[in-house]
C-alpha cells in the first residue's frame, strides 16, 4: 500500500503479475512513503525470474545495494514516475517496510526508462530507507523496487 500525506489527485493503480502499479507525478514525491506490507511480498522462485527477464536490459541509472541472505522476506513494487516539466527533475522518495531490517534494495528501470537512482548514506539497516532519482524532461518513467529485509 501507498501512504500519503496528501490528497493525489490522480493515483493509477493496475494489478499486472500480481505487482502495483502506482502513477505518481515525480514534483509530489517528496510527500510519499511507499510502505511495503505482506501484500508486496514475492517468493524465491518469481524474483530470479524476473531479473533473469530484465539481466541483459540493465541501465547504467539502476541501483543495487547491499546483500540478499538466506531468511529474508523480499518485497517488491512497480512505480510509474512521470515529469511533466522541461527540465531534469530530482527528489528524493523514501520507503518502509512493516516488519523487518532492510539489507538489500534494488531500483531498477524497466526497458525504455531513463531515471537515475542514487542511494542515501546509511541506507541499509532500519525498518525505513530511501534513495534519490532524477527524471529526464516530459518523461514517464517507471521503476521496479525490490526491497529484501530479515
Known sequence: SVVMAFSLPHVIVLINCLVFVVGIDVRVLNDTDFLFTRDDTITAKDLAKRLDDGKAMRFIGDLTIGERQ??????????????????VYRTAISVSVDNGIIHYMSVLNEPGSYAVACDEPYSLGGSRTGFNVRVTPRSETVLTLIIAAH
Do not use: A, C, K, L
Request: charged share 15%; no cysteine.
Open 70 to 87: 538466506p531468511s529474508e522476506t523480499v518485497f517488491t513494487r512497480t512505480i510509474q514516475v512521470s515529469n511533466p516539466t522541461p527540465e
